[in-house]
């Protein structure tokens, strides 16, 4: 039976179609920012305003050269004719996240902040991934996030007549249930900057093993640049991941 596909979803402007997904990556960005200043209002911050801009400002830009690094070399073939338009429109959230924290330990240590400041963001960057990756699964395989072919149940025709792994769909799934465990977490009393963390490793734990189903393309011993982004985030939080294993794992 031939699979009817309705991706990707567009809708027409002055005579073009257009994706939705530029309409949720705006809206994830400004329900995230909004989120943050609601959870913000509830918290006597310990760093001040005029920091956190700053930080904030570390985040942005760490995340729009990371995202554009690790985007890039998804597709290393691509390496050897880059131009400035290829790299500008090459963008990953792994990348983004990466080069988001490493643009943050800079601003601070240049500050001169030693506080963690990350347990703050945790929920707004859950609920903006979730709502820009509703964007990235309405263009079906227009957007290469999309997984290998499947007989899965779960399996759907994105808009070639194959029925693939629905990768996004996977992830908003996976970040709802982050969503509750962070909920759950609230009874346990962490270190500041733990939940930050836990973060980082749960979804780029996710990504690791999601790269798996996707049709990608081998960086460095058959591992994608995603899988190498993952990694580096287990070893930079090795010590963090045994010591919360020993604390939460068994209390959950």
């Known amino acids: 039976m031939k699979l009817i596909s309705v991706f990707p979803f567009q809708f027409e402007l002055f005579g073009k179609q257009y994706h939705y997904h530029y309409i949720f990556e705006t809206l994830a960005f400004i329900v995230g920012v909004r989120l943050y200043y609601y959870f913000k209002k509830g918290i006597v911050d310990p760093i001040s305003d005029e920091n956190r801009l700053w930080i904030m400002l570390g985040a942005m830009l760490g995340a729009l050269i990371g995202s554009r690094v690790v985007a890039v ?33 800079l601003i601070k240590k240049i500050i001169g ?54 990768i996004m769909l996977y992830e908003m799934i996976y970040l709802l249930l982050l969503i509750f465990l962070f909920n759950r977490l609230k009874q346990f009393e962490l270190i500041n900057g733990d939940r930050f963390k836990l973060l980082m490793v749960l979804y780029f734990l996710f990504r690791f093993l999601i790269e798996f189903i996707k049709p990608y393309q081998s960086l460095f011993l058959n591992l994608s640049s995603i899988h190498w982004s993952a990694l580096f985030i287990f070893i930079y939080y090795y010590r963090f991941i045994i010591r919360i294993s020993k604390r939460i794992l068994p209390k959950l």
């Open 73 to 105: 070399l998804e597709t290393p073939e691509v390496i050897h004719h880059l131009t400035f338009s290829i790299l500008y429109q090459s963008k990953t959230i792994i990348g983004g996240l990466l080069g988001g924290l490493f643009g943050v330990e």
């Open 113 to 166: 902040v030693k506080i963690a400041s990350g347990d703050i963001y945790v929920i707004p960057i859950l609920v903006a991934l979730i709502i820009g990756r509703i964007g990235c699964f309405s263009m079906g395989i227009d957007e290469p996030t999309y997984g290998i072919p499947t007989h899965f149940f779960m399996g759907m025709d994105l808009g070639d007549g194959i029925s693939r792994h629905p």
